[in-house]
């Protein structure tokens, strides 16, 4: 009888945790790593995966893709735990309760929103777990203004009750509310700092965007892992920075020498996306980040913001309707040397910022599937002509790799970094900077013996993002097989339909 269920065999093997850098097979039983070494014994299912890497699978600690089809383009670019942190979800019980009751191709796990309990409390919103309901308030004023002290206690109640059902952490969109008050962002760092969490935070607008802003955003994140002790994630500083990475980055710095636990994130590409109705995209408030209508794309219908007027209607009509945000050109060397800059940063990590799937409301058939203006079946695969979002929800991590290890071409040289440094920051650095208060984290990242069967095998010399702003749901190539808890989402380079392995990731109750 064989003694593995699957037994992965003759394949580059690396563990950046250990240093582990080399051929060996590496045997699965149930969910798993049982062994790693040479000659093992047969498993119910052999592979040969000479000449591929055998790595930890992809760790997200960004992704607001929830639907089934972004799940599947994050685990087709080798993902398999993605973590909504940033924005969170409120309430956290009922957002792993529907997770679980629908099945998911990866892992997940949530963090306590800030901004949902904000709109909870401040407007006549009620809480539904529900991210498009966040993104559907996001234009609303009243939501951004100061708090009251009874309405930031219900606030920060909801929190507590989140945290108190496993939330990651707490998120913090403190960009969508500039009229928030800085001490009522230093009230919830403390309670973070109390509970043992991180907060993920989207920074409020830097003082060279927003000179009248009440506090600068990096300073506001610094300032409040010193003076309470939290953890403090900057999420994707990249975006939030765009051409300020010498003060920025410089001040975080600092802020690590001292002492403080504050720890970044950045995805390589120059566009963001977002609900068109965030405050930071009203027409009068664009130049303050050098953009003009036309740099931002509606994803609906997939037109360029003709003008000022065109930008209001939408976010009247459709505060909810994602856009494309060109602050970078992907194409031009120096910008690609910038986004590289806040990748290379020490101890960043790469997280995608996914984003759910927009069903644009004109276009081709879906093969039958669906009709021209609406979306298919939830499992409908290959994604048809239809869907869109932003490329990296598709293609960061495979992107990524290429961009450390090959730079912009396709041979072995000419990245940054050495493989198993560009490696740490897609899983073990995620799973480090979780794992003091989330068990779970402690396996996962690592390929080792006892290690969870969370695996990514791919070509080191062809692995590549394909998708592009015109073609955005087009999967990684070099992507060979993808196992979450021991199951295959990918197989052979083809997405297996019917997996659904994913288990919630959740911090220890309190």
Known sequence: MADFDVVLRGGRVIDPESGLDAVRDVAL?????????????????????????????????????????????????GVTTALELEAGISPVAVAYERAARAGRAINYGFAASWAMARQEALTEMRLDADLAGL?????????????????????????????????LGIGVLAGYAPGADPAEYLQVAALAAQAGVPTFTHCRDLIEFTPQTQIDGAEEIVRA???????????HVNS?????????????????RAGSRVTTEAYPYGAGMTGIGAAFLAPERLAERGLVPADLT???TGEQVADAARLHELRATDPAGLAIIRHLNDDDPADRELLLRYLLFPGAVVASDAMPLTWRRSGPSANGTAPANGAPAPDAWPLPPAAFTHPRTAGTF??????????TGNTRDGGPLELAEALAKCSLDPARLLEAHVP??????RITAGADADIVVFDPATISDQATYAASTRPTTGIRHVL??????????????????????????R
């Open 29 to 77: 039983t149930g969910t798993q790593v049982a062994q790693i070494g040479s000659g093992l014994p047969a498993g119910h299912l052999d592979l040969d995966v000479a000449g591929q890497v055998v790595t930890a699978g992809f760790i997200d600690l960004h992704s607001h893709a929830h639907d089934l089809g972004g799940q599947r383009l994050q685990a087709m670019d």
């Open 225 to 235: 892992a010193d003076e309470t002790g939290a953890h403090m994630h900057y999420c």
């Open 240 to 256: 939030t920075t765009v051409r300020h990475a010498d003060r920025v980055l410089a001040l975080v710095e600092r802020a690590q």
């Open 398 to 407: 495979g992107r990524a790799v290429r961009l450390l290890t090959r730079g």
């Open 440 to 445: 779970a984290m402690r396996r996962k990242g």
């Open 298 to 300: 509606y994803a609906p």
């Open 135 to 167: 993104f559907r308030h996001f234009s609303d004023p009243n939501w951004q203004r100061p708090a009251s002290l009874a309405e930031t206690s219900r606030v920060l109640g909801q929190m507590e009750a989140d945290l108190a059902e496993g939330a």
């Open 484 to 509: 979450v808890n021991g199951t295959f989402v990918v197989r052979d380079t083809e997405l297996v339909p019917e997996a659904r392995p994913g288990r919630p990731v959740r911090a220890n109750s």
